[in-house]
């Protein structure tokens, strides 16, 4: 039997490594000698999240441009040459089959060399409004692989396939995890469990939120997981004084937080968006205003649109978050609907789907 070979590209975010560390593991599980290497942007989070999942990773010298103008603009172009030469070598030396992008400008060099190469390459769009990476490249790429419908816009109708976004396996079944999760973060059963989630690195905004309405929370006496992230916990871990609400840098176990759940409060990263809708839970999501063309918003708006979360956007909290969380909160009919709506729109075979399109190109 062959030995396949596989790279993989993509980072910056959670949202763009953990979808392709899955596609990664289920290619693994398929053929469990193949080769893999993954590539990404040097001193970002992937080059240690990577590793930490087994596999070895090469780091670009490679950066989006920013809003503004900035030293780092000006390096753009001598970054991106860098990046286009570095990946022509990388491609030359493993010599993969397949090569799969996962979004963000690491993946850009790579997948561009590798369709100039003749490799046929699958991009994996998380969001319900592409990436200008994703999108440059899709003019090349063999199959595009969505989460949302109605992305004919932006690629090829021809490559795209509904497969959905790759989610950690072990959210499939959290109903049946609830007294682990009970126990495994110390959490009263009589009591309503609200789960905090900013990101990986955290959101400023909605921790200043969560601070601010602690108060709030004490009055209907809801439990709180806050995940605040690590560039916030030292700021609001004195917090966790109050007995009822706790604070962690970063969750390890996501599927006992979601099963211990009983309402979410979440930023509308595709990942997230997509555990989420696996998960079943009622969900106010707060995007981020600050990412590029606002794509949080889109992804958190095809789920209100079908009515399976509520939506606050950042102006909007001072004056909007009490009413609506706590209507939420004193209708368990509403939190039961949205849960069952939101539940209706979740692709669970998304990994195995995109893995299947991987396999048609190499066989």
Known sequence: MKQYKFILSGGGTGGHIYPAIAIANELKSRFPDAEFLFVGAKDKM?????????????????????????????????????????????????KPDVVVGTGGFASGPLLQIAAIAGIPTVIQEQNSYPGITNKLLSKNADKICVAYENLERFFPKN???????????DLID????????????????????????GGSLGARRVNQLIAKEILTFAAH??????????LYFDEYKRVEENENIQIHSFIDRMDLVYAAADIVISRAGASSVS???????????IPSPNVAEDHQTKNAQAIVDKKGALLLKESELDSQ??????????????????S?????????????QIVDEIVKLIR
């Open 340 to 352: 069952k709506n939101i539940k209706q729109l979740a692709l669970p075979e998304a990994t195995k």
């Open 275 to 285: 555990e989420l809708c696996i998960v079943g839970k009622p969900v106010i999501f």
């Open 46 to 94: 992937e080059m240690q999240k990577v590793p930490q999942a087994g596999y070895k990773i090469i780091g670009l010298w490679i950066a989006g441009l920013q809003r503004r103008l900035t030293f780092d603009n000006t390096l753009f172009p001598i970054k991106l040459i860098s990046s286009l030469l570095k990946s022509r070598t990388i491609i030359r030396n493993f």
């Open 221 to 230: 006496n809801i439990q709180v997981i806050w995940q605040c992230g690590k």
């Open 321 to 338: 978050f009490s009413v609506v969380f706590e209507s939420l909160v004193k209708d368990p009919e509403k939190q039961k609907q949205l």
């Open 159 to 169: 490559k795209m396939i509904l497969t959905g976004n790759p989610v950690r396996q």
């Open 174 to 197: 959290i109903d049946s995890k609830r007294e682990e999760a009970l126990q495994y973060f110390n959490l009263d059963p009589n009591k309503q469990i609200l789960l905090v989630l």
